[in-house]
């Protein structure tokens, strides 16, 4: 089971990956991070996403029926986050974040900025959904 800097490390294999970070979309900081972003700061591109990932979170209109907010089916643990990912495509880009469910609480997306003339943007969503699955925090 890999840790944050495997999980990122693994994410820059993917074809056209110019950049991942694993940020906590509450607090807008980059818990790791590994290659390029944006601007050339990775903090400020942490913060950014985590604004675009709170916003996109807290809107009813992005949640699956019957979303409660809070606590697992089960009742006990932390529930999944109430989005999967987001894809962010510019002219020459895209952005993709994963949610990434954790026991504690679902604050944290992998963030993997891919080239897009050589990123496969199907290809990194099945590998970020699986990374996220396999990422053991704590």
């Known amino acids: ?7 990122l490390l693994e ?14 979309w509450t607090s807008g900081l980059a818990l790791g991070s590994v290659g390029e972003f944006p601007g050339g700061d990775h903090e400020a591109a ?5 604004e675009v990932a709170r916003l996109t979170s807290e809107q009813r209109a992005f949640t ?25 495509s510019n002219r020459d880009s895209y952005h993709l974040l994963r949610f990434v469910p954790t026991s504690f609480d679902s ?3 992998l963030h993997v ?16 959904g699986e990374m996220a699955g396999r990422l053991v925090l704590g």
């Open 64 to 88: 699956p029926d019957g979303f409660d907010g809070g606590q697992g089916a089960d009742g006990q643990g932390a529930a999944d986050p109430p989005v999967e990912d987001l894809i962010i």
């Open 107 to 109: 604050s944290v997306f």
């Open 11 to 24: 994410a820059m294999r993917l074809p056209g990956a110019r950049g991942a970070a694993l940020v906590d």
């Open 113 to 128: 900025w891919l080239g897009r003339s050589d990123g496969n943007l199907a290809l990194a969503r099945i590998r970020l």
């Open 46 to 50: 942490a913060a950014e996403a985590a």
């Open 1 to 7: 089971m890999p840790g944050i800097d495997e999980c």
